[in-house]
């Protein structure tokens, strides 16, 4: 049997997307279009993934309240997933969008007891992993889950000979790092809170990423929103820079473009390839309201205007600051 591709959103969410002409203080703000969708990062990779057509499989926690709306909004997408039921309800974002500002309100979610959390595990446990299955892991923390939860998964799971993910925030990223995944996708941001860091040049950067390789974690990619990525091993860096796009949301680009870098190192693609194609999932995401995902149509065009750069001379446009 192929390998599978297991995402796990343990901070799931209910996304709702309001549209304005404007977002004014101390006023009446009347919106004009609203959108809802499936949220938290596992679950976007794995919707990312289903309009690439690869059947991921999302592991995401799941309320008996509003999870059943939740599941509804999966089951329209025809997303494969296994639900951990929770008594809480998960969390809902709210993203107020006009044209020159964009507000963004997370609840933090719902508090996972310690016989939820051990139904997890025994769920995880129990999946008939093969050898290079993925699993990635991505997102924030629940309450009543402690920040080293990745690592411990990277642990358990290590038996399985399986490719681990982290796409995480400081200190969870931090802790992740300790047992050694095989790729992390931080952003740039994410990456510094991780080691209290300012990275604004490239040598800077490649102090970070040598130290991360050589604790072994195999590829890293950063990503800067519309300033591109790096990809960082002990054999290569390479710089992708996304062509300019009709811009409308960057929620869940990141998502998007790890979905497509998976995407082709599942089919054993080059680090080039992949990065090239990454860079135009996550392009074409940024063209689409909300979370929606972009087609795989739209995708292909992008990818020839895709530029990559290997002189580290040529980097300097990533660290650029984003207004």
Same mark, same amino acid.
């Given at each position: 049997?192929?390998?599978?591709?297991?995402?796990?959103?343990?901070?799931?969410?209910?996304?709702?997307?309001?549209?304005?002409?404007?977002?004014?203080?101390?006023?009446?703000?009347?919106?004009?279009?609203?959108?809802?969708?499936?949220?938290?990062?596992?679950?976007?990779?794995?919707?990312?993934?289903?309009?690439?057509?690869?059947?991921?499989?999302?592991?995401?926690?799941?309320?008996?309240?509003?999870?059943?709306?939740?599941?509804?909004?999966?089951?329209?997408?025809?997303?494969?997933?296994?639900?951990?039921?929770?008594?809480?309800?998960?969390?809902?974002?709210?993203?107020?969008?006009?044209?020159?500002?964009?507000?963004?309100?997370?609840?933090?979610?719902?508090?996972?007891?310690?016989?939820?959390?051990?139904?997890?595990?025994?769920?995880?446990?129990?999946?008939?992993?093969?050898?290079?299955?993925?699993?990635?892991?991505? =997102?924030?923390?629940?309450?009543?889950?402690?920040?080293?939860?990745?690592?411990?998964?990277?642990?358990?799971?290590?038996?399985?000979?399986?490719?681990?993910?982290?796409?995480?925030?400081?200190?969870?990223?931090?802790?992740?790092?300790?047992?050694?995944?095989?790729?992390?996708?931080?952003?740039?941001?994410?990456?510094?809170?991780?080691?209290?860091?300012?990275?604004?040049?490239?040598?800077?950067?490649?102090?970070?990423?040598?130290?991360?390789?050589?604790? =072994?974690?195999?590829?890293?990619?950063?990503?800067?929103?519309?300033?591109?990525?790096?990809?960082?091993?002990?054999?290569?860096?390479?710089?992708?820079?996304?062509?300019?796009?009709?811009?409308?949301?960057?929620?869940?680009?990141?998502?998007?473009?790890?979905?497509?870098?998976?995407?082709?190192?599942?089919?054993?693609?080059?680090?080039?390839?992949?990065?090239?194609?990454?860079?135009?999932? =996550?392009?074409?995401?940024?063209?689409?309201? =909300?979370?929606?995902?972009?087609?795989?149509?739209?995708?292909?065009?992008?990818?020839?205007?895709?530029?990559?750069?290997?002189?580290?001379?040529?980097?300097?446009?990533?660290?650029?600051?984003?207004?």
């Amino acid at each position: 049997m192929p390998s599978l591709i297991y995402t796990i959103s343990l901070n799931s969410s209910i996304d709702y997307t309001f549209y304005l002409k404007d977002i004014v203080d101390e006023d009446v703000n009347r919106i004009d279009k609203i959108r809802v969708d499936p949220g938290g990062k596992g679950m976007n990779i794995a919707r990312m993934l289903k309009n690439l057509g690869e059947e991921a499989v999302a592991i995401t926690f799941l309320s008996k309240n509003n999870g059943e709306f939740y599941k509804t909004l999966l089951e329209k997408e025809k997303i494969n997933f296994i639900p951990v039921e929770i008594e809480g309800n998960l969390r809902n974002i709210y993203n107020f969008i006009s044209e020159k500002r964009v507000l963004r309100f997370n609840e933090k979610g719902p508090k996972i007891k310690k016989k939820e959390l051990k139904k997890f595990w025994q769920i995880l446990m129990n999946i008939n992993f093969k050898k290079e299955d993925i699993v990635v892991m991505s =997102g924030s923390i629940p309450p009543g889950i402690k920040n080293n939860i990745y690592a411990e998964i990277i642990k358990k799971l290590k038996k399985f000979r399986i490719f681990t993910v982290v796409d995480a925030d400081g200190i969870v990223l931090k802790e992740s790092i300790k047992e050694k995944p095989f790729i992390i996708k931080p952003n740039l941001k994410e990456l510094e809170r991780a080691f209290n860091y300012k990275i604004d040049n490239f040598d800077k950067l490649k102090q970070v990423c040598n130290f991360l390789v050589n604790t =072994g974690i195999s590829l890293i990619l950063i990503t800067n929103g519309k300033n591109g990525s790096i990809l960082f091993t002990k054999k290569e860096i390479i710089y992708s820079k996304s062509p300019e796009v009709n811009f409308k949301s960057s929620i869940g680009c990141g998502d998007a473009f790890l979905a497509g870098f998976l995407y082709m190192f599942k089919r054993k693609k080059d680090n080039k390839t992949a990065l090239k194609f990454a860079s135009a999932v =996550g392009a074409a995401k940024a063209e689409e309201e =909300g979370t929606k995902m972009p087609e795989k149509s739209r995708i292909k065009k992008l990818f020839n205007l895709v530029k990559l750069y290997e002189n580290p001379k040529d980097f300097k446009p990533f660290f650029n600051e984003i207004s």
